[in-house]
């Protein structure tokens, strides 16, 4: 009971339920092993005794918990409104004014008229409600039948809501008077907006601009204490209107100006064909995050060494600006000439795409541009990037210069350079100064042609622009756990429990973030690499946005069966998230396919980041069990066919896919079995297509099958309508087959046509398949008008 009850009060799970009917214990070892990461010693019974006594004691005395989040024009939450009599609070500002005022200070017991005015709430007044729990029930990280491997512009007429100003001033000093007020919270869980303040709201409460500062208070008899305080706007922006995009993984869209794999150039000309051509409103990518350093590079982008900055990788080496003046433009064209080969093999010879190749090239290309002495403007800009990205840059920096020495996992590095703050780290850092400065300056450019790419989206019309990809962790040796060490939960990794489609569960090598870490830090490294990622984007997919609420960790050297869930303060994961969303003017995607807890997708609605919802997926799984009809779709979603990991649609029609997996021995059935269920799926499906009069070609046309999925998608609801490139041309390969390592050339594909020829960009463009498809989704234009010309312009 003790264990439990030390379990609870850290937010470490003693059970789990795969199905609704069923509970399963973990293992006590688990438990002791998952605390421990969390710094907590349960090794023994008089150590539980010991920790539980603590925490207890802690928990008791305390005011307020670690972070209380007020969300704008909501009530405020039970830790301010019941706090009692007297109570002083000081509140320091994130961003503090040049000229602070005095502090406003309420005596204890005096009386202090209510505030009235538009958006306010009187705390005595507001309704009690229960504080968030998690519940212990089914979380399949899988796709039905498919398990997962780990891997998704502001409200029309506004881009960005102007952030609330309070009275400015560091600190802000504010007293309770001496009526408390009874404890109120947040609105009941999905109800689609949030609600309003009516009325009025307590006369010491005045509230601070939007973001992340420090509240302490003071009570009566009681010590000072203090917390992290989020303000953060109720909900994300929203996309103006209805749109459609493509969905890519940018490494497989080769153009003709590649260098064996796409790059930035090439996303930002897709962008502007697609916006101005097809009328897309977005192009969602794969995580472009910086990967581990060394050969073989993993070639996952999900599984990264830095998810705060950019692989550059990606970049376009002729659109750097040093480009043109580099001294010895005829090493640049050798390495173009050697570049051009790595494509042709990949179109024409039937290669995989190699990174590692790609980046050798590159890496000697950018030697050479670096070395290009910076005009004073571009080193003005240089100079204000590194100002602005700050140590996280410096450090990152320094992981890759120390990688190219030391090899890229820093566990297996000289004991003094496993620090990033000893003296041994400082004196490589002076000797490595100028790799330090190269590895900065690859970042800058990088940031620069992302920027670009968004541009290009914007001026090409896009409501919405460039949906950057969010991984669920980063790898163990890599960069941002070498940085953040106390961020991260030692010995652990993240993956997903057994369930009805994988008995075995899943390790996927991630380490975790420790919660008590995040809120120590004020989410610190949370909100870096939020502001990061969002810099230039219209849109952030997060992967697996369950992992704000809870994630699955499994202790090294136990199998995935034998991990538990540890939960994070969801609420303060998405005030943040939702502060630097509403700061960025971007759109939020969540990941949430397959089984989810109770709640999440209500509470993840309720702030305004849309779900994500696949054709194959979306039946009445609580009743008949069909196919759902448009109309019952969610609003708030993005809406697709397929994903990276799952078949394409013309594989999914054809049933290519299941006789791929038979070859590869991924079957855990009969193949006639799997395929007469995978045929009895499909035939449901263009049954329902057929009803709605949208295959009048007939079930037997693939083509014309893809075509009537994409009108069904775009007959629901769903905001936005995603479309896998791949499909407009009848690619039939996966991307990625989970459950395969060797055995299938995962994340090394080019897009290819229906009989597999790789295709260019340009190809792509023109092909006859893709426009027959796309004016499904193409907005329709009223003919043009008739112009007439003026009375003295008229040909005679």
């Known amino acids: 009971m003790g264990l439990s009850r030390l379990a609870a009060l850290h937010g470490v799970a003693t059970s789990f339920s795969p199905s609704a009917d069923v509970t399963v214990p973990v293992p006590e070892g688990t438990v002791v092993a998952v605390l421990a ?57 994130e961003e503090p004014a040049p000229a602070p005022p005095p502090p406003m200070r309420v005596p204890a017991g005096g009386t202090v008229p209510a505030v009235s005015g538009p958006g306010a709430v009187r705390a005595e007044d507001s309704p009690t409600h229960a504080t968030h729990a998690t519940p212990e029930v089914p979380e399949t990280t899988g796709k039905p039948g498919t398990p997962e491997t780990p891997g998704t512009h502001a409200t029309s007429g506004t881009r960005a809501m102007p952030e609330t100003q309070a009275t400015p001033g560091t600190p802000e000093t504010q007293a309770i008077p001496g009526t408390p007020g009874t404890p109120g919270a947040h609105a009941t869980p999905g109800t689609r907006e949030a609600p309003s303040r009516a009325g009025t709201v307590p006369g010491w409460w005045a ?35 209805r749109s459609h995009g493509f969905l890519v993984q940018l490494y497989s869209l080769l153009s003709a100006r590649s260098w064996g794999m796409g790059d930035l150039g090439d996303l930002a000309d897709l962008a502007s064909w697609s916006g101005r051509s097809l009328g897309a409103g977005f192009v969602q990518v794969n995580p472009l995050h910086a990967a581990v350093l060394g050969t073989p590079t993993d070639p996952s982008p999900y599984r990264p060494s830095s998810r705060r900055f950019p692989d550059p990788v990606h970049l376009r080496i002729e659109s750097v600006p040093e480009y043109g003046h580099a001294p010895d433009p005829a090493a640049l064209d050798a390495l173009r000439r050697r570049a051009g080969e790595l494509s042709d093999a990949v179109l024409s010879k039937g290669a995989l795409i190699d990174r590692d190749a790609v980046w050798a090239l590159k890496r000697q290309a950018l030697d050479i541009l670096v070395a290009v002495p910076l005009t004073p403007g571009r080193r003005a800009a240089y100079c204000d990037f590194l100002a602005e990205q700050g140590q996280a840059l410096e450090d990152h920096a320094l992981w890759c210069a120390l990688a190219e020495v030391h090899g890229s996992d820093w566990h297996t590095w000289p004991a003094g350079l496993r620090d990033p703050r000893s003296k041994e780290t400082a004196r490589a850092h002076a000797a ?49 756990t070498w940085a953040q060490q106390d961020a991260f939960a030692q010995g652990m990794s993240v993956g997903a429990p057994p369930d009805a489609f994988n008995a075995r569960g899943q390790d996927w090598g991630l380490p975790p ?27 952030l997919r997060i992967d697996h946005v369950m992992g704000l609420f809870r994630l699955w960790w499994v202790p090294e050297g136990r199998p995935p069966t034998e991990g538990t869930y540890v939960s994070h303060d969801a609420e303060a994961m998405l005030a943040v998230l939702v502060l630097e969303a509403h700061r960025a003017g971007t759109v939020v995607i969540g990941e949430d396919l397959g089984t989810v807890e109770p709640g999440v997708r209500e509470a993840l609605a309720r702030r305004g980041v849309l779900g994500t919802s696949v054709l194959w997926f979306e039946r009445d799984w609580s009743g008949t069990g069909r196919p759902l009809a448009p109309e019952e779709w969610r609003e708030d979603c993005l809406a697709t066919a397929t994903t990276h990991d799952l078949p394409s649609t013309a594989a999914r029609l054809t049933g290519d896919h299941v006789a791929l997996r038979h070859r590869l021995g991924l079957l855990t059935r ?27 070609e007939g079930g037997d046309d693939e083509e014309a099958a893809v075509r009537a999925v994409h009108r069904f998608l775009l007959r629901t609801p769903a905001r936005m309508a995603g479309v896998w490139l791949p499909d407009t041309i009848g690619d039939r390969r996966p991307q990625n087959l989970p459950g395969t390592w060797d055995q299938y050339p995962n994340w090394r ?15 792509l463009a023109a092909s006859p398949r893709l426009h027959r498809l796309m004016d499904v989704l193409r907005p329709r234009q009223e003919p043009p008008r008739t112009r007439t010309a003026p009375p003295g312009e008229r040909p005679s």
């Open 432 to 480: 490595l100064l100028d790799r330090v400065d190269f590895h900065c300056r690859l970042a800058w450019l990088t940031d620069a042609q992302l920027a670009a790419a968004q541009r290009a989206a914007l001026d090409a019309g896009m409501a919405v622009g460039i949906v950057h990809d969010l991984a669920v962790g980063v790898h163990p040796g890599g960069a941002d």
């Open 749 to 763: 594909l080019p897009i290819a046509d229906a009989e597999g020829h790789p295709v260019t960009l340009e190809e």
């Open 207 to 241: 509230e601070p601009p939007l973001g992340v500062h420090r509240l302490s208070v003071r009570a009566p008899g009681a010590p000072a204490e203090s917390c992290t305080l989020v303000v953060a706007p109720a909900r994300v922006p929203q996309p103006p209107g």
């Open 670 to 696: 009969p193949l006639d079995e799997e395929r007469t269920e995978d045929g009895t799926d499909t035939a449901e499906w263009l049954g329902l297509l057929s009803r709605l009069g949208m295959l009048p």
């Open 513 to 539: 973030w420790r919660p008590d870490a995040l809120a120590a830090s004020g989410y610190a490294p949370y909100r870096g690499l939020l502001r990061g990622l969002l810099a230039h984007a219209g849109a």
């Open 37 to 93: 990461a969390l710094g907590v010693d349960a090794a023994t019974p008089e150590a539980v005794r010991e920790a539980l006594a603590a925490a207890e004691s802690a928990a008791g005395s305390r005011l307020l918990p670690a972070t209380v989040v007020v969300w704008t024009g909501e009530p405020l939450p039970p830790a301010l409104t019941a706090l009692p009599p007297g109570t002083v609070l000081t509140i320091r500002p």
